[in-house]
Each structure stands twice: as C-alpha cells, then as structure tokens.
Nanobody, 121 residues
Framework: HVQLVESGGGSAQAGGSLRLSCARS????????MGWFRQASGKEREGVAL???????VYADSVKGRFTISKDNAKNTVYLQMNSLKAEDTAMYYC????????????????WGQGTQVTVS
C-alpha cells in the first residue's frame, strides 16, 4: 500500500518562494511516476508537474520557468520548488503517484497525499 505525506506549505508574498516535499512509503519512488497537483477554492484539481523514474519532468504551462520538480530516490521524496509565486498559485497542493507518467490528468492517479496549503498574497 502506498502512502504519501506532503509538507512545506504555508504563506508567502508574491514573488517569493516555497518548497514542498512529498515523502513516499510502500514502494520505491524511483520506479514510479510522481506528480504535484493543486486545487484552488471553487476550481477543479489540476496537474502542476510530473517526474518519471528517469528524472524527466513535465510542467503545466502556468508554472513553467517558475516551478521545479525533483526527487531524492534515497529518501523516497519528491520536491516542488516554487519560485516567483503569484496570487493565482494559492491552492491546496497534493502529491500523487502512478506507475507511468503518461497523463497529467488527476483522474489517472490512484494514490494521493492529504495535501498542503499554499497561500500567496
């Protein structure tokens, strides 16, 4: 059984930075696709970034050039470095995992963390 635990959310000013972490247990993260998603109040959940077992990353257009997804296989942890934050980045951020990074649709992911709130003002 896969468990995901996010941390690192909080408040930041526009233009600032935050780093989110997602610790995975149950299966080795190096062999799975890990993703970050977010859901703003009143909106649908959307994909932010994915990273595959080879370290290849893809990003939503809205965060390209500002956010970076990375992973530490030894720690089974995935990170999301968020720079140049904007008010529209305010949302609950979730990490999720599935076998392959073939889709950024939230419906394609079966395992989810509990989420961590990011507020940008």
């Amino acid at each position: 059984h896969v468990q995901l635990v996010e941390s690192g959310g909080g408040s930041a000013q526009a233009g600032g930075s935050l780093r989110l972490s997602c610790a995975r247990s149950g299966y080795g993260a190096s062999n799975y696709c890990m993703g970050w998603f977010r859901q703003a109040s009143g909106k649908e959940r959307e994909g932010v970034a994915l990273i595959d077992s080879d370290g290849n990353a893809v990003y939503a257009d809205s965060v390209k050039g500002r956010f970076t997804i990375s992973k530490d296989n030894a720690k089974n942890t995935v990170y999301l470095q968020m720079n140049s934050l904007k008010a529209e980045d305010t949302a609950m951020y979730y990490c999720a995992t599935r076998r392959y990074c073939t889709s950024m649709s939230p419906t394609a992911f079966a395992y989810w963390g509990q989420g961590t709130q990011v507020t940008v003002s």
